[in-house]
């Protein structure tokens, strides 16, 4: 099955600075890779994704790429503001190729943005 | 237009007792997964309903977790007996049918459930 390595574990940032947090997928079939962000008491959710059509997608202070090759991918946050304090999990699914299976998660990173 | 609820929020219960979970996805959505964090780990996969049939159970971790989802709505996740091992946030998320390419998972809340 797909593993998922998330690092860093915690990741602290002055605010305004940027934030890079890197996954890397063990399945080369796999071909969907979305960003979840946790802010506590709260579920998941889907902040960005990518397919393996494409290597980078942003969307305004949010960017994700993806490295095929080397199997890894990666969220790029900038201009950090406080309210991007939380945990952001990578996630790949489980076996490759398309469909609605269920995802493999990253451990999360526990981004703090320091005022 | 409402998101997946979950309930209870937080369950504490003891050693050998009884627990269910209940999960209401989206409406109209076929897909249906459940999904646990122990603390401070990753997020496991447990389980996905297309409508109310198991498609994949592949991440229960043993016979003690019951799952149904009757009708194609609502899902429920028995926990019986509780262990220690049991207590984490368990998700459920949901997202529209689709084989060919993924769709968004939308999580819930999540249940706490602790087990003393």
């Known amino acids: 099955g797909e593993n998922v390595e998330q690092h860093p574990s915690t990741l602290s940032v002055q605010e305004g600075d940027s934030a890079v947090i890197k996954c890397t997928y063990s399945d080369s079939a796999s071909n969907y890779f979305p960003w979840y962000k946790q802010e506590l008491g709260k579920g998941p959710q889907l902040i960005i994704d990518i397919r393996s059509n494409v290597g980078e997608k942003k969307d305004q202070r949010i960017a994700v790429t993806l490295n095929k090759t080397a199997k890894h991918f990666s969220l790029h946050i900038t201009e950090t503001q406080p309210e991007d304090s939380a945990v952001y999990f990578c996630?790949?699914?489980?076996?490759?190729?398309?469909?609605?299976?269920?995802?493999?998660f990253g451990k999360g990173t526990h981004l703090i943005i320091q005022p | 237009e409402a998101g997946v609820t979950q309930f209870p929020s937080h369950s504490v219960i003891e050693k050998g007792q009884t627990v269910t979970l209940r999960c209401d996805p989206i409406s109209g959505h076929d897909n249906l997964y459940w999904y646990r964090r122990v603390m401070g780990k990753e997020i496991k996969f447990l389980l996905h309903?297309?409508?109310?049939?198991?498609?994949?159970e592949s991440g229960m971790p043993n016979n003690r977790f019951l799952a149904e989802r009757t009708g194609g709505t609502y899902s429920t996740l028995k926990v019986q007996p509780a262990e220690l091992e049991d207590s984490g946030v368990y998700f459920c998320?949901?997202?529209?049918?689709?084989?060919?390419?993924?769709?968004?998972?939308?999580f819930g809340p999540g249940t706490r459930l602790t087990v003393l």
């Open positions: 309903f297309v409508k109310e049939s198991k498609q994949d």
């Open positions: 998320a949901s997202s529209l049918a689709d084989r060919a390419s993924y769709n968004e998972q939308f």
């Open positions: 996630a790949a699914p489980p076996r490759g190729g398309g469909g609605a299976d269920g995802l493999t």
